[in-house]
């Protein structure tokens, strides 16, 4: 997400969280304040949560119960925890080979003096069941897990995987769905069992645009999905 008012059609909306990407090769991708310039973008925390009534009193834009996530792709810790506090995210979603060391690294940087509940997701790219070994060593470290299709472009490929290799993960990590998940296929995701799926991703497969999302889309998709 990066548009504003997008953001706020998108927030209406009955979901939990929303992402934000800050791997600069990402079409998505979502720069950083410019503190020296002093310009905060209108997608920023700042400019999103306040808003005025009619009364005269702030209001909230951004509904507060929606977490934000910040998607990164090899970048240094440092850099991460730098968008952490500009963009108050609540969690930090690894997409690239980070190891189980910088995460906690990054835990005991944030917890409990910055940010006491911050949340991590490692992705992993998953074309077989063997792919799922790699998600061992991560036990422990991170809160969620998120299998994706493995391509070049580290997410949003609009690809899926086949889901039955999932049948092959054993872990205690819960996990969200993501790979291509289009408007065509909420029969295809309810009929997706398994006991640690907590939740499914969805982009590409829902924009008109990068980082632009087809709020009607989107809308219709997670009424079937809820069976409203």
Not at 207 to 223: N, Q, R, W, Y
């Amino acid at each position: 997400m990066r548009d504003a008012q997008n953001i706020r059609d998108v927030a209406a909306l009955d979901i939990d969280l929303m992402g934000f990407i800050f791997y600069p090769k990402s079409p998505r991708f979502v720069s950083l304040i410019s503190s020296q310039a002093g310009i905060i973008p209108d997608y920023s925390p700042e400019r999103l949560n306040m808003a005025v009534n009619a009364d005269g009193k702030p209001g909230y834009i951004f509904p507060k119960r929606i977490k934000r996530v910040g998607v990164f792709v090899d970048e240094m810790p440092q850099t991460i925890i730098t968008y952490v506090y500009n963009y108050s995210l609540d969690y930090i979603q690894l997409h690239g080979k980070e190891t189980p060391t910088l995460i906690d690294n990054l835990r005991r940087t944030l917890v409990p003096d910055l940010v006491p509940d911050i949340k991590v997701i490692k992705a992993f790219g998953i074309t077989s069941a063997d792919d799922l070994q790699q998600c061992e060593a991560y036990e422990g470290y991170a809160d969620l897990f998120l299998f994706d299709t493995r391509t070049p472009l580290k997410g949003g490929s609009g690809r899926q995987f086949n889901w039955s290799v999932l049948e092959a993960y054993h872990g205690r990590t819960p996990f969200l769905l993501s790979g291509g998940i289009g408007p065509e296929d909420a029969d295809r995701v309810k009929a997706f069992h398994h006991p640690q799926c907590v939740g499914i991703d969805l982009n590409s497969r829902f924009e008109t645009a990068p980082a632009m999302k087809d709020v009607e889309l989107l809308s219709k998709f997670i009424k079937q999905i809820k069976d409203e």
